[in-house]
């Protein structure tokens, strides 16, 4: 084995005249090399990759943390309050408005209720009752079966086979709007999962209180069109806000990777160079080392 033993204070900078004529050799050079500090982007030793490891482990931290989307009760107490209230104040108008009208209609046929509960001893509030009389009323029918041809009995089972069939179509109608509600409600619904996939705060429930989305949606537009409409600005914005920041990101991933090249050479961008074997390394490169070490700065090899 060899041991060879290093004078740390040799090549200091401050080295008296004496040091360097007991040695033999010229530090001029070396100096001259040294005051330029040529050797400032070289890393020297083992580099550690824990910063780099932290860095990423921040990133994910980052990713975990964001915060959690708002609930449907949150949004539209907070976010979406005014909005709210104004659809549900829309929809009290309009189911008032509704029962006014019917409340209007009842009160114009109620002198004819009046009159036929008075002509068949029924009660006014009876109506299936003055329903039944009126039907029973051959008298009703007589005139209108003679002109037809036909008896008073065939001309009341046509009239409650015409009644019946109405009424049946009427049933029917109302079974396929409701059937037709419920295929575009669920429509929405499976859509409203795509668009969730591109806008994790998209919330159809929420959204549906705002009185332009929801006018959209009852006018045939799709779901992801109706909200990229309802909130144009905000998604452009944020689009702008992304690309930003994927700039942002990108520039200090190259700088990072920059700075922590973990093979020997030359950085992509920076000029870095890492020496980690000591036997590759020049008179220069010891000196550097001597004087990191004397600086304070932990060199692995």
């Keep these: 084995m060899i041991n060879m033993k290093l004078n740390l204070?040799?090549?200091?900078?401050?080295?008296?005249?004496?040091?360097?004529?007991?040695?033999?050799?010229?530090?001029?050079?070396?100096?001259?090399?040294?005051d330029g500090r040529e050797l400032d982007?070289?890393?020297?030793?083992?580099?550690?990759?824990?910063?780099?490891?932290?860095?990423?482990?921040?990133?994910?931290?980052?990713?975990?943390?964001e915060p959690e989307e708002p609930?449907?009760?949150?949004?539209?107490?907070?976010?979406?309050?005014?909005?709210?209230?104004?659809?549900?104040?829309?929809?009290?108008?309009?189911?008032?408005?509704?029962?006014?009208?019917?409340?209007?209609?009842?009160?114009?046929?109620?002198?004819?209720?009046?009159?036929?509960?008075?002509?068949?001893?029924?009660?006014?509030?009876?109506i299936d009752g003055i329903i039944n009389a009126v039907q029973n009323d051959d008298a009703m029918y007589e005139a209108e079966a003679l002109e037809s041809g036909i008896s008073v009995e065939q001309l009341k089972a046509i009239k409650?086979?015409?009644?019946?069939?109405?009424?049946?179509?009427?049933?029917v109608e109302q079974y396929n709007r409701e059937k037709e509600a419920d295929?575009?409600?669920?429509?929405?619904?499976?859509?409203?999962?795509?668009?969730?996939?591109?806008?994790?705060?998209?919330?159809?429930?929420a959204e549906l209180a705002d009185e332009r989305f929801s006018g959209l949606l009852k006018n045939g537009i799709d779901v992801k069109t109706a909200y990229e409409v309802a909130h144009h600005d905000e998604i452009i914005q944020g689009a702008m806000q992304a690309t930003a920041n994927a700039v942002k990101n990108k520039v200090?991933?190259?700088?990072?990777?920059g700075t922590r090249p973990k093979e020997n050479g030359v950085g992509s961008s920076s000029g870095t160079v890492v020496k980690s074997d000591p036997s590759k390394w020049s008179k220069e490169d010891m000196k550097e080392v001597i004087r990191r070490v004397e600086r304070g700065e932990k060199i692995t090899l």
Excluded: C
């Design 183 to 205: 295929a575009i409600y669920q429509n929405w619904m499976e859509e409203a999962e795509e668009v969730k996939a591109i806008y994790p705060n998209f919330d159809i429930h």
């Design 71 to 126: 609930t449907f009760e949150e949004l539209i107490k907070g976010k979406y309050k005014d909005d709210y209230n104004k659809s549900v104040q829309k929809i009290l108008r309009k189911r008032f408005n509704e029962n006014r009208t019917r409340e209007d209609n009842y009160k114009r046929v109620s002198p004819i209720v009046d009159m036929l509960a008075d002509k068949y001893g029924v009660s006014a509030t009876d």
């Design 252 to 257: 200090v991933n190259e700088v990072r990777s």
């Design 41 to 65: 982007n070289v890393r020297y030793g083992k580099q550690d990759d824990a910063a780099k490891e932290s860095d990423n482990v921040d990133d994910k931290s980052d990713e975990s943390d």
């Design 9 to 34: 204070r040799r090549f200091d900078e401050g080295a008296t005249q004496g040091t360097s004529e007991g040695t033999g050799e010229n530090n001029t050079g070396d100096a001259g090399q040294n």
């Design 160 to 171: 409650r086979l015409k009644m019946e069939n109405e009424q049946l179509r009427a049933s």
